[in-house]
């Protein structure tokens, strides 16, 4: 299970809002790259057949099937703050992360 906050899903339902997609959510995917071997990938899309879709508040994650892998238990979050804003993931399954925070190890 992949589970979010109640900031994330408003943010993403004004996300699909913005962009006319009413029957999509926010795709996750993990993929290699970045100076730790992996990193994440967001955008929003339509769900595909075989993805893992998971809501909350009314809005949707959508996980491909090797992404989630990586990313069973991971609580998706949003923050709006004075310097930075944005979805940040708190995933057990990291065991550590590269000194920029962008890449990551399993």
Do not use: W
Not at 30 to 49: F, H, I, N, P, W
Not at 51 to 68: I, M, N, P, Q, T
Not at 88 to 106: A, D, E, I, Y
Request: aromatic share 6%; charged share 25%; hydrophobic share 35%.
């Amino acid at each position: 299970m992949i589970s979010m906050t109640d900031q994330a899903a408003r943010k993403i339902q004004t996300l699909l809002a913005e962009k006319g997609l009413q029957d999509g959510g926010l795709r996750v995917k993990v993929v290699g790259g970045g100076c730790s071997g992996l990193t994440y990938k967001m955008d929003v899309d339509q769900a595909r057949e075989g993805d893992k879709v998971f809501e909350h508040a009314g809005a949707r994650l959508v996980v491909d099937r090797k992404s989630f892998l990586y990313l069973k238990g991971t609580e998706l979050d949003y923050k709006e703050e004075l310097m930075t804003s944005g979805f940040s993931l708190r995933n057990p399954n990291v065991k550590r992360t590269c000194g920029c925070g962008s890449s990551f190890v399993v």
